[in-house]
C-alpha cells in the first residue's frame, strides 16, 4: 500500500520560504510521476507543480519562478521549496502520486491523474 506523508508546513511571514517534504512508502518514486497541489478554503483543489518520471518539472504560472520541486530518490522523498511566499499562497498543500503508467517526460496537471495522495500540510503566510 502507498503512503504519502508530507511535512513541514507552518506559519510563514510573507516575502519568507518554506520546504515541504513528501515521503513515500510502498512505491519507489523514482519511477513514478507526482505532484503538489493545494486548497484554499472556499475553493477547490489546484495544481501547484509536478515532476515526471525523468525528473522534468512543470508549475502553475502562479507559483513559477518562485516554487521548485525536487526529489531524492535515495530518500523516496520529494520536496516542495517555496520562496518569496505570498498570503494569496495560503492553503493546505498536498502531495500526490500516479501509480498508474506515466510517460517519461509528463508532468501531471489534474487530481484526476494521481492515484494517492497525502493527508495535506497547512501553509498560512501572513501579510
Known amino acids: 500500500q502507498v503512503q504519502l506523508v508530507e511535512s513541514g508546513g507552518g506559519l510563514v511571514q510573507a516575502g519568507g520560504s518554506l520546504r515541504l517534504s513528501c515521503a513515500a512508502s510502498?512505491?519507489?518514486?523514482?519511477?513514478?510521476?507526482m505532484g503538489w497541489f493545494r486548497q484554499a478554503p472556499g475553493e477547490d483543489r489546484k495544481f501547484v507543480g509536478g515532476?515526471?518520471?525523468?525528473?522534468?518539472?512543470d508549475y502553475a504560472d502562479s507559483v513559477k519562478g518562485r516554487f521548485t520541486i525536487s526529489r531524492d530518490n535515495s530518500e523516496n522523498t520529494m520536496y516542495l521549496q517555496m520562496n518569496s511566499l505570498k498570503p494569496e499562497d495560503t492553503a493546505i498543500y498536498y502531495c500526490?502520486?500516479?501509480?498508474?503508467?506515466?510517460?517519461?517526460?509528463?508532468?501531471?496537471?489534474?487530481?484526476?491523474?494521481?492515484?494517492?495522495w497525502g493527508q495535506g500540510t497547512q501553509i498560512t503566510v501572513s501579510s
Open positions: 500526490a502520486l500516479r501509480q498508474s503508467y506515466s510517460h517519461s517526460y509528463t508532468t501531471y496537471t489534474t487530481r484526476e491523474a494521481y492515484d494517492y
Open positions: 510502498g512505491r519507489t518514486i523514482s519511477s513514478a510521476a
Open positions: 515532476i515526471s518520471r525523468s525528473g522534468s518539472t
